[in-house]
């Protein structure tokens, strides 16, 4: 939803120009979601920092274990993955795999359960808390999809 | 406190600030869809009724999810691999007071309160939303672009509360009951605006409403300083449901909550100044 | 052994062979959806699988002479349940308890209707035998 603005100098009373014509508010776009939780930077809480922090390493390091261990060795042998009914991933998707693996390790979000390849050149990142499901789907056709599922139900599914 | 905002008759106003109501529904990619098929779309409209056409940029995709452990998710919103060559096409009638808003994964209605003419009311936008999502479908089935499925409902009401109607100074700003105040520190600091939104969730996770005060002042020559608040409810379908009617379920759970939220969010006087009715829709 | 003209009854077991190279299956993780998930060529007219009726596990694991293989068990009656369509295809003459879930195939593998029916299969898995290994030629 987008409600056109232009934004105008800070400090004025001016009002986002509202191009009242195209009326579909993008007030929520960007909201924190409802319930995520996250200490605030410089935690007082010095024994939650320490978990964090220790958390946070975990993470970075099965992200790490997947970059190097896993994708990387199937680049250099994508063949181990070959079978009937299985076409391996190419090293452009890969590629492409490492490289978001690098950026959700980047941000600090935590590594997957599971990497594995699709019977279609694909590749595949899962983690599940639960019930709860989320993929990063590396089609062969070079499209990149986040599915969120609940249970078998999938709820949410948006291109990257 | 009410247990469904759709039990018992809805508020109603005489003259209610709403200047623009959006009605939507966002649904899986068809993946035969193009934008050429934007054009063919709006070629199936009466082009009497529907003669002006303007591109615009997609809409992200938006989803309301209670799953709090999705901890990719938020991340995952803001990764752009892809240059999306999608396109949204706005179509508008020629009374410039309703619009569809059609790309792949969402389709929209407009009533457009700018154009002139009092408020509608919300079962006649929601006949002309039906309307064109009807003609929707059948385009879709007859180009076989793919199996239509929703994911999401939505609904806004745009409100313009101009200074000078149910407020003068920012003091006046208690009409909106959620609103705490712009506070002045006499001597040191003197409140001088706020823009900020609420964000509650409908029971039973059918859904969220979303509240966005802005203040400031118009750009025409006027230069009217005002309120915008924008009421935007937005929800998952049932499950399993995908049909048409869960989507007019939807909107409509969405339409109540938005119009008892505004309800109960407002002053008395300040409903007294809108004209306030008990009353159905 | 059964005819393999009969058609698949709720009280059959059906195989899934699932290639042990791929990570689909483990021990610790159990299996994946994408042991169910359709070739893009090669399941046209869905998903094979086989019928415990016509090979034993064993047979049904067989693949790649050098692979090994998981297999996944699964109860046709479940199947049903779920409103999956389990279809019996014979290949004649050499494997007769071929069979299909046609509702998973080539075109649709990419629809959310198929990845649900994935997650509903792995929901389904009665247990996964293995790994068997193809003996080399």
Known sequence: MAVTKEKRAIGSEELQDVVFTRVNTEASVLREEGGASQDPPGCADEATGIRETERASAWREAWEEVIDHMLIAWGCDPEQLEDEGIDPPTRKTILRAIRLAQAFRDEGRPAPDSVVPDPNKGIVFERRDGDVSEVLYLWEDGTTEYQLFLGTRLVERRTL | MRSDPQEGPLPDYTNPPVVEVILGIQFDRLPGFQNAHLGAFWKTLDATEWPTVSDAPPLEPQFENFAESASWAKFAMHVKLTQDPSSRLQIKNKAGNRMIQAQNSRLLFNWLGQAGGPYPRYRNVREGFVEILETFLAFVGREKLGEFRPNQWEVSYLNHIPRGTVWNTRSDWGFF???????????????????????????????????????GRRSDPKKQEMIVLTLTARGPLEQNKKDVSAVLAGLDLGHATIVHAFQTFMADEARQYWRSKDGSD | ????????????????????????????????????????????????????????????????????????????GDLQKQGIVVASRPLLPNDPGHAELPDLNSSNRKTAETLERQRILVSLCLRVEGPFATAEE
């Open chain 3, 1 to 76: 052994m059964g005819d393999e003209s009969e058609p698949i009854t709720d009280d059959e077991w059906l195989y899934r062979r699932v290639p042990a190279s791929t990570g689909w299956y483990s021990h610790e993780t159990g299996l994946k959806p994408e042991a169910f998930a359709p070739h893009k060529t090669e399941d046209a007219t869905g998903l094979s699988i086989s019928r415990a009726k016509f090979k034993t596990i064993a047979e049904a694991a067989k693949g790649r002479p050098g692979k090994s293989y998981y297999v996944a068990i699964l109860s046709a």
């Open chain 2, 177 to 215: 009951r959620p609103f705490g105040g712009v506070p002045t520190i006499e001597g040191l600091l003197q409140g001088e605006s706020f823009n900020g939104e609420w964000h509650f969730v409908i029971p039973d996770q059918r859904g969220r409403l979303h509240v966005a005060w802005q203040h």
